[in-house]
């Protein structure tokens, strides 16, 4: 299944979408953080149900906290369910992380220490979501800064044992690689490489901000030209899945959006 070319559903393009026919929106789909939905109706969800009726929709979220220590929330999981019963969205998916420990929430991303135990733990927790919500989930590879000594895999295995486990797909996201590669000192070809490609359901594009010692995944900037040879290798390697392109901070103008969306659809169709 590819979904096309799609972007982040973002509250500063809401006036946007609803004032535009959908022929004139120029994507294919779009990705919601699914944190934002929960409980949610009112405008947003408004505007949410409308898009929906027009294009696929992508439940992206960022809590789930599947390599956490912590039981899984039952009452986030509950909510889970229920706005993917709404939408019936086409995927599902999350990050490789865990986001705090003893209820106590960070709002970051965290790495795991790519170890056996760690693989059987969240392998583990994976069955759990995804026999909860009947259907499969997809995890995503983080941006990271810290690498834990006890590592004993790349990151890169890790996520393709991972699925060969539990069957969960792999949401390859290009510019994560391209910064944990560059904080770390790794090959992002190898680790591109090492993703086995047919679990890849889709890829993420996005521009990070440069801080000299290290990369930051801030969202807020247009695709760098490092990571565009990255992008070309996943889409031909996969043999082609859907993008999306995520643009969090200092957010453009929807038209603006889109073009910086169409260079990764010519690059696919050239």
């Given at each position: 299944?590819n979904?096309g ?23 294919d789909w ?29 439940m992206?979220g ?8 912590d ?12 706005l993917?019963e ?5 995927l599902i ?14 709002h ?20 759990t979501?995804q026999d909860?919500?009947?259907?499969q ?19 890169w ?23 944990s590669?560059?904080n770390?000192g ?10 086995p ?8 594009l996005?521009?990070?901000s440069?801080?000299?010692?290290f990369l930051l ?5 247009p ?15 996969t043999?082609?899945?859907?993008t999306l ?8 103008a ?17």
């Amino acid at each position: 299944m590819n979904l096309g070319f799609g972007v982040g559903l973002r509250d500063v393009h809401f006036s946007y979408l609803l004032e535009q026919p959908p022929a004139a929106w120029g994507v294919d789909w779009f990705e919601i953080v699914s944190e934002n939905f929960f409980d949610d109706d009112g405008f947003a969800g408004h505007v949410l149900d409308r898009v929906r009726e027009e294009r696929a929709v992508v439940m992206h979220g960022v809590a789930l906290s599947i390599g956490g220590t912590d039981p899984l929330d039952c009452d986030y999981l509950n909510k889970l369910k229920v706005l993917a019963e709404r939408l019936d969205p086409a995927l599902i998916s999350d990050h490789l992380c865990w986001t705090g420990v003893d209820g106590r929430t960070t709002h970051d991303l965290l790495p795991l220490p790519l170890t056996e135990e760690c693989l059987d733990h969240v392998a583990a927790r994976v069955h759990t979501v995804q026999d909860f919500l009947g259907r499969q989930i997809v995890l995503e590879n983080p941006s990271t800064y810290v690498e834990f000594e006890v590592s004993a895999m790349p990151e890169w295995e890790f996520l393709g044992r991972l699925a060969e486990t539990t069957d969960c797909a792999l949401l390859l996201d290009v510019n994560n690689v391209y910064v944990s590669a560059y904080n770390h000192g790794l090959d992002p070809v190898a680790y591109i490489e090492g993703i086995p490609p047919e679990r890849v359901a889709y890829v993420h594009l996005a521009g990070p901000s440069d801080h000299g010692t290290f990369l930051l995944d801030s969202h807020d900037h247009p695709v760098v030209d490092d990571v565009w040879p990255l992008y070309d290798l996943a889409q031909e390697r996969t043999g082609g899945v859907a993008t999306l392109l995520e643009w969090d901070a200092d957010i453009p103008a929807f038209p603006d959006l889109v073009s910086e969306l169409d260079r990764a659809r010519v690059r696919c169709l050239s």
